[in-house]
């Protein structure tokens, strides 16, 4: 299964140097087109995104995510926000997949 970092360009290029898959988001694109897309892509298991752009269609995300099984959508904080606080990203991911 593939992960798949929907973010900031600091985000997505320090998720790709751990070994994930990303894409840079910007302002003007449509967060929930893009979800679709990766959505039906062979292989996708989870797609994180960060709270950012969450926060842009909040609502639909919830009921994109409450709707879709596969694959998981999980929020993330970029890597601007952990200015302000300490983020664990190895801790969130173990949590979403019970391990």
Partial sequence: MRAIVLGDEHTVYTFKLLGFEGRVVSESENVLSIIKELSIEEGVGAILITSNLVDRV????????????????????????????????LAILRSVLGI
């Fill in 58 to 89: 909040r609502e639909d995300f919830e009921k994109m995510r409450m709707k879709m099984r596969k694959p998981m959508l999980i929020e993330i904080p970029s890597l601007k926000e952990m200015k302000f606080k300490e983020v664990n990203y």
